[in-house]
Every structure is written in C-alpha cells, then in structure tokens.
C-alpha cells in the first residue's frame, strides 16, 4: 500500500553551508517529523527566530516548531555529550523538546577517543583535510571497521565494556604513535558513558517509526548536513567529510526504502563557500572573497573559521542535481549580492590542456587547475530582503535565477532573502 503522507529530503548541493537550516526550518511547518540521516557534530544549522539565533549540531533543525518529532537516524555518528549539551541548552531557552526528540538504537556512538584522534591525525597528516576536528572520520572508521559502538550496546554494560576497553587500548596505541597526548580523555570517557540511561530513555527505531508515520499520512523531511562537493563518494575526494552527504543515503541512513522519498529539494547558495583544505574552482580573487565575507558573514557555524568564496557555480550544482535527483532548489542568500554591480556564474571549467568541460571532474586535483568558464550578468542594486513574491524581484535578480534553475536542471521553489523565517518566496 503506498504511502499517504510525503517524504522530502532537503540536501546540500554545494560544499555545505548553504543554508539548509533554514529552510528546514521553515518546511517544518508543514511536517510531523523531521529527521538526520548522515554526519554528527561536524555540522552547524543556523536558525534565526524572531530575533534569536540557533546554531544546531546534531538536532534536527525542526525542533524549533513546536511538536515535531525530531529524530537522529541510523547513519550519524551521535556525540552524546554534545548532544546532551545543545538538548538542556535548547531547553533553558525555553524550546520544550521533551519526548520530542529519539535517537536511533543502529546509530553509532562518536566517543571522545574518535574527538582525540581526528585532531592528532589531522596535525599529523601531510595532506590536510581540514577537519572540523569533531571526530568524524574517526568513527565512521571505526563504523565500517565493525568496531563502532552502537546505541544499542549501551543495552548490554558487559557487551559495551569490551568493545570499550578493546577501542581503549587500540587508540592508546595509535595515540602514542602520533605522539598525542591522552590527558583527559579518560575524564571525558566517563562523562559520555555517564550520559548512557539518559540516551537509552530516548532511543528509538527510527525507520519503523518513519514508515509508519509515512502510511498513516504523516509528512516527513529528512535532513542532509553538509554537501554533494563533501560526499564520501561524490565529493573532491580525499577532502571530503566521511559520510554520504547525497540524497540516496537518506534512505539508507533513516531506515526507509528508497520508494519512499517523494521529493529531493537541493539547497543552493546564490554564490559558493567552501570550508577548510580542496579546490574551490570558481573561487572570487582576494577583494571580491573579502566583501562577500562581510557581506554574507560566511563564518563557519561550527568552528568559526572564515569561509572562501566563490561565484555560483553550475557545472558542480547541475553535477549535484544528478547525483540528487533533484525535484526542485532552494536558492539562498539572494540578499547578499543586492549591491555587487555584476554577477558571475561558472558554466564550464577549462581544463589545463586547453578543452572545456561541463561535467564535474572526478579527479580532484585537476580540479585545482581548471579555470572556469563564466556568465557575467549585470547587478540589481536594488533590496531583495522585503521581496515575497517571485514576480516583485528586480528583473536582473530573476534573470540571474533563472539562468541557475536553467543551468542547474531543476526548478526553483524557494528563494531565501534574508535570515528571518518570514524573508523566503514560495515559487508555485
Ligand atoms: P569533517 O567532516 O570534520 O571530517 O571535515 C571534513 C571536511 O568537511 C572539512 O573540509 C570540513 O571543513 C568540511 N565540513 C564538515 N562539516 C561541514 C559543514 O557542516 N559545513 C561545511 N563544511 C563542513
């Protein structure tokens, strides 16, 4: 029998960071659930209500409309004590999350070892990544290493025991090796694994609860973190995070079939930022990278470092409406470029041997040495912030649309001017 209510995935289409906090935000209003397949605290969804800012981790960006479930899938990598902390932070600001909020059994637990380890590896590695040095590569090692420690393990204190004092010694090792010290990782230990009834009381199986709410005509959103350029997979590998930050792993990383996904709503920013190490193709030279900065605050949520930018670049968005199997995008921070006299967009890379290409690169490093193709178009001048309606856009501003839902393959539904809830055009 199919389904009766619809199930949305909204998925980063860039290199993270486009905005997908907010427009989960503001479709939760139209939803029962909304849950995370994939990543952990390496992400930052920021929220403005009213005059609040919310910068989330690990909950689902829904939790702050009153009565959404919120749920944490089998495909992230669950830092408990943080999540505790953003939990009672979220609850002395007067959000009630309380029975609001599960955590699959099949998720895998990010200790503060995976924490330990991702930054002596990183300080280590002649090729740096990056890393928000949240732990994630680590345990998703140990994940597919069938090593990891599961929510439900915490059922079985002898079971967890072993597998906690076989990682112990594994990482003291791997530690000395790197010549990182363990000070406090001891002390961190107990603090996580005190936090263990308080986790078990909130677990749940995610997927059986999705599909059923999906079958008595619920409506579901499932929430990507990070983007396309940063899937294990599909990104500029090895700088990458270490997860399936695409569309297909929302069914495996949520605990439904694939059949019932209804539609893929792709985030795009209206320029491109990247964080930490890799190519940015479409990168602005060093003024044009500064202003946008200031202009779009393009700091990262999670670790405050500033990002690059770059100008709109659509043989990566219409690779990411590919790999996606896009329904639709949300174009974000439209406001940002309201002043800038011109505005570009990359259409093509040419290549060092002098061919022009429209498809995006598997191989990384020679997408450090292409050199975009670009459109310019002219600038608008003129506020977007107050605009509601897709048709009140300044001429300039939905050519420029336009040519991105064109460029892109998929159509535009939702145009984001500004950080408040109310500053977004509903394209029918
Ligand atoms: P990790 O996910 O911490 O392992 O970091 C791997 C790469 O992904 C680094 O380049 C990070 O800067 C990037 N990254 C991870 N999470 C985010 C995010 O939420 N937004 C933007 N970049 C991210």
Redesign the pocket.
Known sequence: MPDKGSCTVIVGCQ???EGKGKIVDVLAEQVDIVARYQ?GA???HTVHVGDDQFVLHQIPSGVLHAGRRCLLGNGVVLDVQQFFEEYDALLKRGIDIEGRVGVSYRAQLLMPYHRFL?KAVELAADTK??????G??PAYEDKAGRRGVRVADLLSPNRLDKRINAAKDRVATRLEELGAGTEELNEAMERTLALSERLLAIATDVGPEISGALRSGRNVLLEG???TA?DLDHGTYP????SNTTAGSAATGSGIGPTQITDVIGIVKAYTT?????PLPSSMAPQMDEHVRMLGGEF????G?PRRCGWFDSVLTRFASQVNGLTGIAVTKLDVLDTLDEVKIATAYKTADGRTREFFPADTWSLAEVEPVYETMPGWHSSTCDVRRIEDLPRNARAYLDRIEELTNAPVCFVSVGTKRSQIITVD
């Open positions: 290199w993270g960071d990543g390496n992400a930052g991702d990544i990056g890393t928000t040095g949240r994630i590569g973190a990070q983007g940063l700088f990458v995070t270490s990247r964080v930490g190490e890799g990262g949520a999670t670790t470092r």
